[in-house]
């Protein structure tokens, strides 16, 4: 039977899987939600012997039920290729009492790569089945993972543009570099004054806007979106938590059924949707454990039960997940209202209107699977320290977010479950952060000389994504303020 999908605000809107990736958000700038989650209705015997790809098509051929085996085959083949340097694709490291799930083993050394491999796939496959002849504009707004992994998923996809916009002082020069560095005729990134917040309100704007819409279809282009609001990247997102459940289980770790914890740094709240997701499959996961940096409205939010945005911003070690709109909790709240479209609109209005919005006390008791809690900048450089001298293993500042939350659900509930902590980055793509928490000294030393001193000391090779930019040109320098951002895009689709 073919599973559709349904907006978080508008009860009367259902699409297919293949139309719900085109269109990436819904009418009313809702999020689209599968109208139920499908059980994973498979041995653990069967999915403890099977390769990531074989896991990928077990998880998504049960969500996008409109594609035909080839087709998802096909994706998942041209995703999880030799762009991933090791063949496990996520493989899980033991240290210091935790699993960590390597999530960063794709081109772009963040775990955007594991949807964002696949995302340009699906998309291409969609707009195939639903004989659309524009070309595709990808719009996305970073606070730096995305974007680069965005831009490497589709580079030179034919039929596709890709533009990007980051905060020009909010992402780490490393990431900057990855950006505009970046090849491809059908690439375009911008720099804007602001922050990511306003970066993705932006984007949400232009989506929104009916004329603009109409402008581009004129042009034959249409707007479709690589964010983490779109469903053709969350559910590849539940891919690993199945996978890595299941390496647990055929290296002996855990028995039959024996529920883990998992721990999630967490940003826009897509990675611990797709945990959330994962559980509702059947997985067994007791605690989703939500770590924030002190960017800490998700933490309030589930101690009190009020989402709150009005606070200042703080730029912190780990920019990725430096946002105070955590857009696909909007997925989470339509839930705890029952699938109730018209309540879940009405609080994400007071949220744009207000800046905030406060649960029913019945919606907050079907939180219970959550945890959450945060760690200040301190606690994040104490732990990547901790951890290295203690194991030699080195995470880095957003792994770290997650592992000082870890320690301290640990001394709060003595809980000894097994526990999975995402590791959503490779410590090269926060060098300077990472190697100034192990010694202060290492604040003279240059970027690159910096990523040298990493590999020796932690014992890992560079990777090919940080000595691709060694010496790479800059390809993109433009910068823009947020009100300009629709005049760049017009610009650059020459539109004006
Ligand atoms: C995007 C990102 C996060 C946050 O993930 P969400 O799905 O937005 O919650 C955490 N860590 C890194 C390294 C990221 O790139």
Redesign the pocket.
Known sequence: MELMYASTRDASERVTASQAILRGLANDSGLYVPTQIPALDISMDKLAKMSYQETAFEVMKRFFTDFTEEELKNCINAAYDSKFDTEEIAPLVNADGAYYLEL?HGSTI???DMALSILPHLLITSARKNEVKNDIVILTAT????GK?ALAGFADVKGTKIIVFYPKNGVSPIQEKQMVTQKGNNTFVVGIHGNFDQAQTGVKQMFADKALAAEMEQASYQFSSAN?INIGRLVP?IVYYVYAYAKLYANGEIKEGEAINVV???????????AFYAKNMGLPIAKLICASNENKVLFDFFKTGTYDKNREFMLTS?P??D?LI???LERLIYRIAGDDANKNAELMKKLSVDGIYEITPEMKTKLNDFYGNYASEAETAETIKELYEKTGYVI????A?AASVYHKYQKETADKTKTVI?S??SPF??TRSVMNAIDAKYDTMDDFALVDELSRIGNIKVPQAIDEIRNAKVLHDTVCEVEEMQKVVKQFLGME
Do not use: W, Y
């Open positions: 960063f963040a775990f955007k606070s730096g993972d995305t992994a983490s997102q999630v740094p967490t940003g826009n709240f897509g990675n611990i949707l797709a780990s990725s997940m946002i955590s857009s696909n880095d500042t957003h792994t977010v995402a959503t980055a793509k926060f």
